[in-house]
T-cell receptor, first 113, second 115 residues
Framework: GENVEQHPSTLSVQEGDSAVIKCTYSDSASNYFPWYKQELGKRPQLIIDIRSNVGEKKDQRIAVTLNKTAKHFSLHITETQPEDSAVYFCAASPSSNTGKLIFGQGTTLQVKP | GAGVSQSPSNKVTEKGKDVELRCDPISGHTALYWYRQSLGQGLEFLIYFQGNSAPDKSGLPSDRFSAERTGGSVSTLTIQRTQQEDSAVYLC?????????????FGPGTRLTVL
């Protein structure tokens, strides 16, 4: 089955710097890759997603890139702010007819003011 | 409109007891998912319901775990003879449907503690 690996497990940056989180997946049939942000004690919330027919997607300070050949995708956050501090999870949907998500282990991002 | 709701928010039980966790999805969402999140870990897929189709139970860790979805809306996750390793936050999510994979909206979770 699908396996998603996420790195790094923790990331600390200065406010205003960029942050990059990387994920690899194993199932070449996976076609949907969302990123969720989870603040302490809160539910996960979608921040951006990308489908397998697209290589890059941007939404203000957040961007995601997908390399289908290498089976990896990355989250890029520019001009980080303290409120970006949270745990970020990548995920992959291994089939177009279930929608179930296989999650990475998460990255704890700390943005220091 | 209202988001996904779950009850109870917290459940403490003794080892060997059965527990039931409830999920109310967003109205109109035909797909419903259960995930488990252990302390400091990622989300582990448990089970998925889509309309009247047979559920995808491939993530259930043992036969002590079961789930049902009545009337295509509310879902109940049941854990029989709970063990300490069952302690985790159980998250429910719902999405619009499956023609195209859609955003999953998560509930607040039920924190289960097995003593």
């Amino acid at each position: 089955g699908e396996n998603v690996e996420q790195h790094p497990s923790t990331l600390s940056v200065q406010e205003g710097d960029s942050a990059v989180i990387k994920c690899t997946y194993s199932d070449s049939a996976s076609n949907y890759f969302p990123w969720y942000k989870q603040e302490l004690g809160k539910r996960p919330q979608l921040i951006i997603d990308i489908r397998s027919n697209v290589g890059e997607k941007k939404d203000q300070r957040i961007a995601v890139t997908l390399n289908k050949t290498a089976k990896h995708f990355s989250l890029h956050i520019t001009e980080t702010q303290p409120e970006d501090s949270a745990v970020y999870f990548c995920a992959a949907s291994p089939s177009s007819n279930t929608g179930k998500l296989i999650f990475g282990q998460g990255t704890t991002l700390q943005v220091k003011p | 409109g209202a988001g996904v709701s779950q009850s109870p928010s917290n459940k403490v039980t003794e080892k060997g007891k059965d527990v039931e966790l409830r999920c109310d999805p967003i109205s109109g969402h035909t797909a419903l998912y259960w995930y488990r999140q252990s302390l400091g870990q990622g989300l582990e897929f448990l089970i998925y319901f889509q309309g009247n189709s047979a559920p995808d139970k491939s993530g259930l860790p043992s036969d002590r775990f079961s789930a049902e979805r009545t009337g295509g809306s509310v879902s109940t996750l049941t854990i029989q003879r709970t063990q300490q390793e069952d302690s985790a936050v159980y998250l429910c999510a719902s999405s619009l449907g499956i023609l195209v994979v859609n955003e999953q909206f998560f509930g607040p979770g039920t924190r289960l503690t097995v003593l």
